[in-house]
Nanobody, 126 residues
Framework: QVQLVESGGGLVQAGGSLRLSCAAS????????MGWFRQAPGKEREFVGG????????HTAGSVKGRFTISRENAKNTVYLAMNSLTPEDTAVYYC???????????????????WGQGTQVTVSS
């Protein structure tokens, strides 16, 4: 069982930066591939990026590549999403999710994740 809690969202101007954190409970955090998703009003939840269990492989969606960076600290049971050069199109609720997966292929489908956080709102003003 894994419980996930996101933090770090807020209101930021276009061009600004935010860093989201996702804290996980339990002692098996390093057993999970971690993903970040986002969902804007009226849209489906979409994959933003993911990171392998030991952090050596990361994946990012094309829409955020070069602007968003994913990292993790297994000793702190935490995964991060650093977001730079934000635009109003990045406005959404951001979720972290955990999948019991030992590989390094990007997990882009929501159905493969067994655990989700409650989400944190990111609003980018123009």
């Amino acid at each position: 069982q894994v419980q996930l809690v996101e933090s770090g969202g807020g209101l930021v101007q276009a061009g600004g930066s935010l860093r989201l954190s996702c804290a996980a409970s339990g002692r098996t955090f390093s057993s999970y591939y971690m993903g970040w998703f986002r969902q804007a009003p009226g849209k489906e939840r979409e994959f933003v990026g993911g990171i392998s269990r030991n952090g050596d492989v990361t994946h990012t969606a094309g829409s955020v590549k070069g602007r968003f960076t994913i990292s993790r600290e297994n000793a702190k049971n935490t995964v991060y999403l650093a977001m730079n050069s934000l635009t109003p199109e990045d406005t959404a609720v951001y979720y972290c999710a955990a999948a019991a997966y030992s590989g390094t292929v990007a997990l882009r489908r929501t159905s493969v994740y067994g655990y989700w956080g409650q989400g944190t709102q990111v609003t980018v003003s123009s």
